[in-house]
Nanobody, 124 residues
Framework: QVQLGESGGGLVQAGGSLRLSCAAS????????MGWFRQAPGKERDFVAA????????DYADSVKGRFTISGDNAKNTVYLQMNSLKPEDTAVYYC?????????????????WGQGTQVTVSS
């Protein structure tokens, strides 16, 4: 089993920045890929970004390209999501996810483990 713990959410004004962190624990083998998803009230859980822990490949949703950056610290088994130029439409609960498959999924069904989520609120 893998436990994922997110942190770093909060309230920020439009144009501001936040950095989310996701620490993985409970299994010594590092997940192949980790991703971030978000879910706004009344909406589906959407892909935000993903990172291959082996080759460093990244993928982003079009809505966040150029503003968000996903990165990882293998020594700490932690993945980060740096969010810049935040917009009110970025408001959502952000979830961290992990998979041991040899893919970098961009859909929620591709991930096996999920964190509890952290709230990000961007005021206008």
């Amino acid at each position: 089993q893998v436990q994922l713990g997110e942190s770093g959410g909060g309230l920020v004004q439009a144009g501001g920045s936040l950095r989310l962190s996701c620490a993985a624990s409970g299994r010594t083998l590092r997940p192949y890929a980790m991703g971030w998803f978000r879910q706004a009230p009344g909406k589906e859980r959407d892909f935000v970004a993903a990172l291959s822990r082996i080759g460093g490949t990244t993928d982003y949703a079009d809505s966040v390209k150029g503003r968000f950056t996903i990165s990882g610290d293998n020594a700490k088994n932690t993945v980060y999501l740096q969010m810049n130029s935040l917009k009110p439409e970025d408001t959502a609960v952000y979830y961290c996810a992990a998979t041991y498959s040899s893919l970098v999924p961009t859909t929620s069904g591709g991930y096996d483990y999920w964190g509890q989520g952290t709230q990000v609120t961007v005021s206008s």
